[in-house]
């Protein structure tokens, strides 16, 4: 190999090795503002949780009410961790905070129990698409995603309020029958 070969592949792979190096620098910035983002992200969701058991007690996150499809999504004003909370730690309260938005709007019921509803229409299994369709149609004023629907369903079965069954590759899910559980205390399972 001539030195002048070697001088071309030497810079070659300096270029290579700068390209490769700024590349990286600008994910890890992307990476870093994104981890930025969530950390926001979860100081609010904190100050949401400590909110909520302040004022209603010990929060059941399986209870809580889905957001509707038409308010729009809350972001953080501030850039700090603990945006919502004062130099002492409690949460601040007035000028527009949470607490004022969650008194004047009414309660709509929760996601379970308008699938347990729909269940208790029917004698055999339902699809959770069936069920989402059922719910969009019967309630247009809710829109839960069909990962929301399923998530809730499974909640549901982990609760012993509904019952899974598996026909091959779908998955269905059924009333568990008030009577049943009191005669008992516990939820069958014929899966």
């Known amino acids: 190999m001539t030195s002048q070969s ?26 870093a503002e994104r981890i930025a983002v969530l950390k926001q992200e979860e100081g609010l969701l904190v100050d949401i949780l400590t909110l909520a058991e302040r004022y209603e007690g010990p929060v059941d996150p399986s209870r809580l009410p889905e957001q509707a499809q038409d308010e729009p999504a809350v972001t953080p004003a501030r850039p700090s961790a603990a945006a919502g909370r004062s130099t002492t730690g409690r949460p601040r309260t007035g000028r527009g905070t949470v607490q004022a938005g969650a008194k004047g709007k009414s309660r709509q019921p929760l996601l379970g129990d308008l699938l347990r509803e729909l269940l208790s229409a029917y004698d055999e299994p339902r699809l959770a698409k069936e069920l989402r369709d059922e719910l969009l149609e019967k309630h247009p004023d809710r829109n839960p995603t069909p990962q929301v629907v399923r998530n809730t369903l499974e909640a549901l079965v982990a609760k012993g309020r509904i019952r899974r069954h598996k026909q091959q590759r779908s998955v269905m899910y059924s009333l568990v029958e008030p009577v049943e559980r009191a005669t008992d205390g516990t939820a069958r399972s014929d899966d």
């Open 6 to 31: 070697a001088a071309t592949l030497r810079s070659r792979y300096v270029e290579q090795a700068a390209s490769d190096l700024e590349q990286n620098r600008r994910r890890q910035q992307e990476l």
